[in-house]
C-alpha cells in the first residue's frame, strides 16, 4: 500500500480538495483508494456525506494510535492507496501522518508568504527523512508568478527540481469549488475540462514519484547493499527561503 499525506501549515492551500481530487483520479484509474481525515473541521467527511456513491471510503481519525490502526487495517484489506488530509498547521497527529506517509505533498500558493510558511512541514518531512513534494496550487494561466514559485521552491536544488515540484501546476479554477460542494472531484464534474486534465497528469506525476519510493511497509525490510549509500529524497530541498521572491 502506498500511504500519502497532504500537509501544509496554512489553511486554504488546497489539502483537501486536493486529497479528494487525488483519491478519485486513483479510484478513475481502477486502484482502490481510501482517504482518512485527521483536520477536524471535518471537510472530507462532510464531502463524503454529499456524495452519491460511498467509494472512495473516508475514515475520521483523531488520534496517533487509531491512525496507526487504521493504515495497518488497510494495509491487510487490499487497499492500494491511502491519502490523509490533515489540519492546517503542525500538530502530532499531522507529524505522525508525515512520518508514516510514502510521500508528503505539501500545497503551496505561488507567494512569498505562502512559501515563507512551507518551513515547519517540509522540516517534519526532512527530519523523519521521507519523500516530499510541493504542489503549486492556484497557479495563474498568465505571467511568471507560478514558474519564480517553482524555481524558489527548489533552490539550491536546481538539478532535482523536477522531483521537487509537482508536475503540472493546478490553475484557479471554479471546477474545484463546484465539484466539491457538489460532493465530486473535478475528474467527475468536469471531466473534459483543463482543470480535470491537470488533476489526473498530477495524478499521474505522483504515481510515478511512489514508483520511486519503497513503500514505508517495505522499508524496514530493505538494506543497502555493502558500499552503496541509498539517496535520501529528503535531503533535497533545503528550507532556505527563496529570498528572489521578494521581487514579487
Ligand atoms: N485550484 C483551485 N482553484 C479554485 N479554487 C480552489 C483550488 N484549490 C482549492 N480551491 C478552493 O479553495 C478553498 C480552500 O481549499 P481547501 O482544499 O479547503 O484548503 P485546505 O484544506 O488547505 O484548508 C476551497 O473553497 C476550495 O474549493
Ligand atoms: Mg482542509
Not at 113 to 126: F, K, N, Q, S, W
Not at 141 to 159: F, I, K, S, V
Request: aromatic content about 6%; charged content about 20%.
Amino acid at each position: 500500500m502506498n500511504t500519502i499525506v497532504l500537509a501544509a501549515q496554512k489553511g486554504g492551500c488546497g489539502k483537501s480538495t486536493l486529497a479528494a481530487s487525488l483519491a478519485v483520479a486513483a479510484m478513475q484509474e481502477g486502484r482502490s483508494v481510501r482517504l482518512i481525515e485527521t483536520d477536524p473541521q471535518g471537510t472530507l467527511w462532510n464531502w463524503q456525506q454529499r456524495r452519491a456513491c460511498s467509494v472512495p471510503g473516508v475514515d475520521v481519525i483523531s488520534d496517533v494510535v487509531q491512525l496507526e490502526q487504521r493504515l495497518w487495517i488497510f494495509s491487510r484489506q487490499d487497499v492500494a492507496v491511502t491519502i490523509i488530509d490533515t489540519a492546517s498547521g503542525i500538530s502530532p497527529l499531522t507529524n505522525a501522518a508525515i512520518r508514516r506517509a510514502d510521500l508528503c505533498l505539501i500545497p503551496v500558493r505561488p507567494s512569498i508568504v505562502d512559501i515563507e510558511a512551507v518551513a515547519p512541514t517540509l522540516g517534519t518531512a526532512r527530519a523523519s527523512a521521507r519523500s516530499f513534494a510541493f504542489i503549486l496550487n492556484y497557479a495563474s494561466n498568465r505571467g511568471r508568478r507560478a514558474g519564480d514559485a517553482a524555481a524558489g521552491l527548489g533552490d539550491e536544488t536546481a538539478p532535482d527540481l523536477g522531483n521537487v515540484v509537482a508536475q503540472p501546476y493546478i490553475g484557479t479554477r471554479v471546477q474545484h469549488q463546484d465539484a466539491f460542494g457538489k460532493g465530486l472531484a473535478v475528474t467527475e464534474y468536469a471531466p473534459t475540462t483543463e482543470s480535470a486534465d491537470e488533476i489526473r497528469r498530477l495524478w499521474q506525476w505522483v504515481a510515478n514519484r511512489l514508483n520511486q519510493t519503497v513503500p514505508a511497509s517495505a522499508r524496514a525490510a530493505t538494506k543497502a547493499a555493502p558500499g552503496q549509500t541509498a539517496r535520501n529524497p529528503a535531503s533535497i530541498g533545503k528550507a532556505s527561503l527563496p529570498h528572489r521572491f521578494m521581487d514579487f
